[in-house]
């Protein structure tokens, strides 16, 4: 007879080992949790120095978040002091200059704040406040602007030699005004904002406090005021993405495009590069600089305010300015000089 197995013979009984069972695999989860827990732990000790100095290197290789902005953290003292230099030769004229670099907020400047005749220069911060009118709904890019007496005038542009009542889409109204810095079509884009002080107000409010309308264009007298930080931060405001709609950015950046006028900031810029061969938009691109900038000029004031990209993909902000005698070339060899001036601190 075969022997019947109990669970006696085994030291427990059947009661016992129905809880004995779950209990025991209770126990080796926990044991093996703990062992996990600890091998994690030392792994994580072992690699936190290398993990920290990989974040480090990343850092090092991307300085920059997102668009940057406009901030002036660190002055390169030294470019300051050139900038100073080069306007000490010329002790009649008055000077302003800012730069910026967006990505890591380096500078230099002389006299950033000081109004001095806008110019043409006050069309940047007015295409900037026309923009956001778009983008706001208050106004449509295909909109008819009506030529009036008001607004037509003479000096630089075309419109103004039109018939009364000829009509304009906003569009090209904000384009004429940057293309061949149209005195009639900024006029238009005034009188449709609101007027001079309802532009006025909107430039406080940007923070483009020495930025001031007093006249209509083409304002010969130097009325309107401006300042180098101010022109840099209405192109700042913009490609950093604070205040325009993606589209309406790269409508503001391809209507600065638009300038024929590449005979200040843009070869002082080549002139620091070494020259180049070809138009000077076309040699500096070779270089893999390019250059969106809007002068201004009537004969006792000089100004030049540009966006810079870099070749390493860095964005710079600049402006320059210059007052004295009427037609004096001093004052436009100078913002060349300064231009010139700056590439080394850009390219670094």
Sequence with gaps: MSKRFHPSQRGF????????????????LLILGIALGVITGTALKLLAPRLSSASRQVTSVVPSK????FEAREENSVLSAQLASLAARQPDLKVGAFVLVLDD???AQLHPDQPLPAASAIKTPILLAALEAVDQGKVRLNERLSLNKTVAAGGSGWMGGQPLGS???????????????????TNLLIQRLGGKTALNARFKELGLTGTVINNWLPDLE??????PRDQARSIALVDTGKNLSVRSR??????????????????????????GE???????QSKGVRAYNKTGDIGIAYVDSALIELPDGRRAV???MVKGPFNDPRSTDLIRAMAAAIVPALLK
């Design 105 to 107: 907020g380096s500078f």
């Design 250 to 275: 790269d409508l503001f950046r391809e209507t600065l495009g638009t300038s024929h006028t590449d005979t200040l900031i843009p070869t002082g810029l080549l002139k620091g590069l070494g020259g």
């Design 13 to 28: 009984t059947k009661a016992e080992g129905g809880w004995s069972k779950p209990l025991l695999l209770l126990l080796r």
């Design 222 to 227: 130097g009325r309107n005021s401006t300042t």
């Design 318 to 320: 600049a402006s320059f």
């Design 66 to 69: 997102g668009l940057g902005q």
């Design 278 to 284: 070809g138009s000077t938009n076309d040699a500096l």
């Design 167 to 185: 009509k304009f889409s906003f569009q090209e109204v904000a384009t004429e005004m940057i293309r061949v810095s149209d005195n009639t079509a």
